[in-house]
């Protein structure tokens, strides 16, 4: 499962620009700089969250988790959210990394994480979907699958829509968890969702990219990609991209779900997809990070890793942000894909990629 994980297209609900100031603290006498505006996070297989310089990839702080990191990373203005495998939906404040808040699960979380001015919403392992006080954690309410929810999540004004193994996409009411709609995707809902004012996008394990009317659950289309399917999703005005096990990215016509065009990587897809003005941006197994003209996807570059690339996808203006199975976390230009910086962590990096701009 990949979490959501980019601008643009990728469901980073409720990130600001608006943030704190860069300041100086002193533990112990020693210098240390919080995070402020500017800030890239990311999580590891090493059981930690990182807080990284825009700039320069240098560590401001971590925190550490009691597992492995794999879910989506939302940020707001003060604090920064994120699920592990030590089954806990954490808060840490932004500028510190300090445990503003934690709320236990029953089981590993390894979905998206999504926020509104109220609430975090994530996914868990114990088959459930969950809406948390967003200032202190507690339970607003729980919604029961009927199997694993590890996919992206997605929320507006009224619902939030989340899918589970069970092979469904469910639309929830924000305010009490009630279901609202349903639709049996026919194979597990474990990756991919995406919104817009009219639908809902999602993919399907067995291989299906599929919009549902957003007000009922109606399908509108589906497009058969001819293997399993483990990517993101992300979507603009005219097309969405999903890639697919048959190591294509397919660009499909967001009205209709017909093909607009595929580019074929050197391996299976599994990562999150970004997607700006000009190009789309997605990893693949054969260790390299592509950007693709979106008119036609031709390649406009790609910058090869260390390792397969599963991680979420997030850009800016000037950079690509993105984890590898090296274990690194590296910043690239996003107009030719050299790498501006890269950070080490202690293990394969396949969470989302959270930014505070």
Do not use: H
């Not at 409720?14 to 800030?39: H, L, N, Q």
């Not at 445990?99 to 998206?112: A, D, Q």
């Amino acid at each position: 499962m990949i979490p959501p994980i980019s601008i643009d297209g990728t469901d980073i609900t409720g990130a600001t620009i608006d943030g704190v100031e860069v300041d100086e603290i002193t533990v112990d006498g020693t210098p240390v700089f919080s995070a402020g505006p500017d800030t890239v996070f990311a999580g590891s297989f090493d059981d930690e969250i990182y807080a990284l310089d825009i700039t320069d990839g240098s560590e401001l702080w971590s925190f550490t988790t009691g597992g492995i990191i794999r879910s989506g990373i939302a940020v707001d203005d003060t604090a920064v959210y994120v699920g592990s495998n030590d089954d806990n939906v954490y808060a840490l404040d932004i500028t510190d990394g300090s445990e503003l808040w934690s709320f236990t699960t029953g089981n590993r979380i390894e979905s998206g994480i999504a926020i509104d001015d109220t609430a975090v919403y994530a996914g868990s392992y114990d088959d459930n979907v969950y809406a948390l006080d967003i200032t202190d954690g507690s339970e607003l309410w729980s919604y029961t699958t009927g199997s694993a929810v590890q996919s992206e999540l997605a929320v507006d004004d009224s619902a939030v829509y989340a899918g589970s193994d069970d092979a469904n996409l469910y639309a929830l009411d924000i305010t009490d968890g009630s279901e609202l709609w349903s639709f049996n995707a026919g194979g597990g809902v474990s990756n991919g969702i995406a919104i817009d004012d009219t639908a809902v996008y999602g993919v399907e394990f067995g291989g299906d990219v599929f919009a549902l009317d957003i007000t009922d659950g109606s399908e509108l289309w589906s497009f058969n990609t001819g293997a399993f399917a483990l990517s993101g999703i992300a979507i603009d005005d005219t097309a969405v991209y999903a890639g697919s096990n048959t190591s294509k990215i397919y660009a499909l016509d967001i009205t209709d779900g017909s093909e607009l065009w595929s580019f074929t990587t050197g391996g299976v897809i599994q990562s999150g997809i970004a997607v700006d003005n000009t190009a789309v941006y997605v990893g693949s197994n054969d260790d390299n990070v592509y950007a693709l003209d979106i008119t036609d996807g031709s390649e406009i570059w790609s910058y090869t890793t260390g390792s397969a690339v599963q991680s979420g996808i997030a850009v800016d203006d000037t950079a690509v942000y993105v984890g590898s199975d090296d274990d690194n976390v590296y910043a690239l230009d996003i107009t030719d894909g050299s790498e501006l910086w890269s950070f080490t962590t202690g293990g394969n990096v396949r969470s989302g990629i959270g930014l505070n701009l």
